[in-house]
């Protein structure tokens, strides 16, 4: 089993949902965050005077798929965040060594 993360553009959201869904990803965990990488933020006016906003608003997308799952996972994900600009986001793969579903004692793939 793989933990997937990445982290993309607000309006994506959607899309990337949909998406993953289509190819059958049932459950994900969705995260407002901050922050900051190569985009490094821009500079705001409010009431004439301007100052700098460091870390922009992304969201944060965590779900778990079966070793087999991987890769459509991650094509899906880039076919459908990528806008080509800087700020698109990253992915993180991580092996997951267990997982426990509380409600049935369901453990690894079958806790899928």
């Known amino acids: 089993m793989k933990k997937i993360e990445f982290i993309l553009r607000h309006f994506k959201l959607e899309e990337v949902k949909d998406a993953l869904t289509d190819i059958g990803i049932n459950g ?37 798929v079966s070793d087999g799952q991987l890769n459509e996972v991650i094509d899906t994900i880039l076919r459908t965040a990528r806008t080509g600009q800087i700020g698109d986001g990253k992915i993180f793969v991580t092996n997951l060594e267990e997982m426990v579903r509380i409600r049935t004692g369901e453990t690894g793939e079958k806790a899928l």
């Open 28 to 64: 994900m965990t969705v995260s407002e965050v901050r922050g900051f990488g190569r985009q490094k933020g821009h500079k705001e006016q409010y009431r004439g005077a301007e100052y700098s906003v460091d870390f922009l608003p992304k969201v944060k997308i965590e779900l778990i």
